[in-house]
């Protein structure tokens, strides 16, 4: 089993959709998580921390479930922008950190 | 401000060349360093950190090395390059201590032919 799971996709939506993605950890130690984007042949970068009280950036939810080790990211009424890969991202503190990423789930959003 | 500079952005190279990578950071002092691979539809791997000049730890077993000869520098090398060297490579640093938020260089795409 991989330490951090995302379902690879891709998603294709049509603009103005409400998207969501889901991410499942191993590591119940874990103790900081991310969403992070990243564009075609660029790097990734961060989207948003994700906490157990769950937090909003305008049009991107993300939340936290430690108890099922559950992460999710929603993105509500999708812009041709966001297309891109959507990267799971978890810390566990073990002296210094660990830091696991999922394979990325690719989003399509067409006109 | 604090930044990460990868150089060469893009680079073809036939197997059994050598590679050399580099990476310099700006802004900051002292920083732990890491070398990331990312093969295509696959996560990130972490093959290096340095947590100081000299200091190198490999994640992985594998055909490339890793150096830090300078505080804000630390390169990524192989005497022969294999088809599965190929990759995007990036280099990153904890911009947050606290929390684990990584920042990455812009990236070096690596097709070994």
């Known amino acids: 089993r991989k330490e951090v799971e995302q379902d690879p996709g891709p998603f294709n939506v049509p603009e103005g959709a409400t998207v969501a993605f889901n991410c499942t950890y191993s590591n119940s130690a874990s103790q900081s998580f991310f969403w992070y984007r990243q564009d075609c042949r660029k790097e990734p970068k961060l989207l948003m921390s994700v906490y157990s009280s769950g937090n909003e950036d305008g049009r991107f939810t993300a939340q936290l479930n430690r108890a099922s080790q559950y992460i999710s990211l929603l993105i509500r009424d999708s812009k041709l922008s966001d297309s891109a890969t959507y990267l799971c991202v978890v810390n566990a503190r073990t002296g210094g950190f660990k830091t696991i990423f999922g394979a990325g789930t690719r989003l399509f959003v067409k006109a | 401000s604090q930044t990460i500079h990868q150089w060469p952005a893009t680079l073809v190279q036939p197997v059994g060349s050598p590679l050399s990578l580099e990476c310099t950071v700006e802004g900051t002092s002292n920083p732990n360093l890491y070398w990331y691979r990312q093969a295509a539809g696959r996560g990130l791997q972490l093959l290096f950190y340095s947590v100081g000049i000299g200091q190198i730890s490999s994640e992985v077993p594998q055909n490339l090395s890793a150096s830090r000869p300078q505080d804000r520098q630390f390169i990524l090398s192989s005497k022969k390059l294999l088809l599965s060297d190929s990759g995007f490579y990036l280099c990153?640093?904890?911009?947050?201590?606290?929390?684990?938020?990584?920042?990455f260089g812009e990236g070096s795409r690596l097709t070994v032919l």
């Open positions: 990153a640093w904890y911009r947050d201590s606290n929390t684990g938020e990584l920042f």
